[in-house]
């Protein structure tokens, strides 16, 4: 069993950044991508940026270039610094192992961003 434990939401201006931090349970972290995604209220949720195992990079057309993921795999945690926030990027925001790439699918409780303008 993997558990995902989120942290380093908050409230900022637009502009400003944060950056989360998702820490893992387990065994299995360094060897399965790992992703973030986030959730509007009324919205669906929607990926924001993932991780492969080996250290490549994929992000939604709304973050590119503002959104940065990280991994380290020694540490079992995987990050999201978040630059240039905007309004629109409130949402609570998710760590997810797996990330649509492998047969896991855990994920963490969630944290809350958001950005006032």
């Known amino acids: 069993q993997v558990q995902l434990v989120e942290s380093g939401g908050g409230l900022v201006q637009a502009g400003g950044s944060l950056r989360l931090s998702c820490v893992a349970s387990?065994?299995?972290?360094?060897?399965?991508?790992m992703g973030w995604y986030r959730q509007a209220p009324g919205k669906q949720r929607d990926l924001v940026a993932r991780?492969?195992?080996?250290?490549?990079?994929n992000y939604a057309d709304s973050v590119k270039g503002r959104f940065t993921i990280s991994r380290d795999n020694a540490k079992n945690t995987v990050y999201l610094q978040m630059n240039s926030l905007k309004p629109e990027d409130s949402a609570v925001y998710y760590c997810?192992?797996?990330?649509?790439?492998?047969?896991?699918?855990?994920w963490g409780q969630g944290t809350q961003v958001t950005v006032s303008s």
């Open positions: 991780i492969s195992s080996r250290g490549t990079t």
């Open positions: 997810n192992l797996g990330a649509g790439m492998s047969q896991y699918d855990y």
């Open positions: 387990g065994s299995i972290f360094s060897l399965n991508a």
